[in-house]
């Protein structure tokens, strides 16, 4: 079983859109979770970044964890074509330790 | 806003060739990190390093990379002698070390090993 796993789409909305993404992991350990955005060719640019279970919301950005269910998810309101590209989610076991990343979801919002 | 840089943004070498991958952290920045992606691949964890040594490392992470912090400012990826599935993006991250644990990523340094 992978650590991390996160479907990697495409997944095409309409703009205005709700978008919904998921991951779920195995490694009881994580704590620590992150959605990173990434562009193509570029360099994860992080979004959200929480500890708990619970919902973190950051303007049209939700992120929710569920640790008893392992499974976190991100959810974007109000979708825009500049929300178009590939969101990975990441988690750690805490503090400075290494980032395992899931695949990413490759997001694309039509105008 | 602060962000981490790299340089080059690409490098094109010969397998065998040794390459240098640099980076500048975000300044007041104390953990650094390498992670690497390629094409078509999750990014994974590399190494990581805070009062001039090592803190952790991957199995990747072998005897033919190292780091070093030359300076105040930069940070160092060598690879001694490059092979052709080293080809890949590799990004510089760096954490406060002050009680944040958040990892800012930089643009990255796209390798092509031929």
């Known amino acids: 079983q992978k650590e991390v796993e996160q479907d990697p789409g495409p997944l095409s909305v309409p703009e205005g859109a709700i978008v919904s993404l998921n991951c779920t992991y195995s490694?009881?350990?994580?704590?620590?979770f992150m959605w990173y955005r990434q562009y193509s060719r570029k360099g994860p640019e992080l979004l959200m970044y929480?500890?708990?279970?619970g919902n973190k919301e950051d303007g049209r950005f939700t992120a929710q964890v569920d640790k008893s269910s392992k499974y976190i998810s991100l959810f974007i309101r109000d979708s825009q074509p500049s929300d178009s590209a590939t969101y990975l989610c990441a988690m750690n076991s805490g503090g400075y330790q290494k980032v395992t990343f899931g695949i990413g979801t490759k997001l694309q919002v039509i105008p | 806003e602060p962000e981490v840089t790299q340089t080059p943004s690409h490098q094109v070498t010969q397998m065998g060739q040794e390459v240098i991958l640099r980076c500048v952290p975000i300044?007041?920045?104390?953990?650094f990190y390498w992670y690497r992606q390629i094409l078509g691949q999750k990014v994974e964890f590399l190494v990581s390093f805070y009062n001039n040594e090592i803190s952790e490392k991957s199995e990747i992470f072998d005897d033919q990379f190292s780091v070093e912090r030359p300076d105040g400012s930069n940070f160092t990826l060598k690879i001694r002698s490059t092979k052709l599935e080293d080809s890949a993006m590799y990004f510089c991250a760096s954490s406060d070390g002050q009680g944040r644990y958040e990892q800012y990523f930089g643009p990255g340094t796209r390798l092509t090993v031929t």
């Open positions: 300044s007041n920045h104390l953990y």
């Open positions: 929480t500890y708990s279970s």
């Open positions: 490694n009881s350990a994580f704590q620590y």
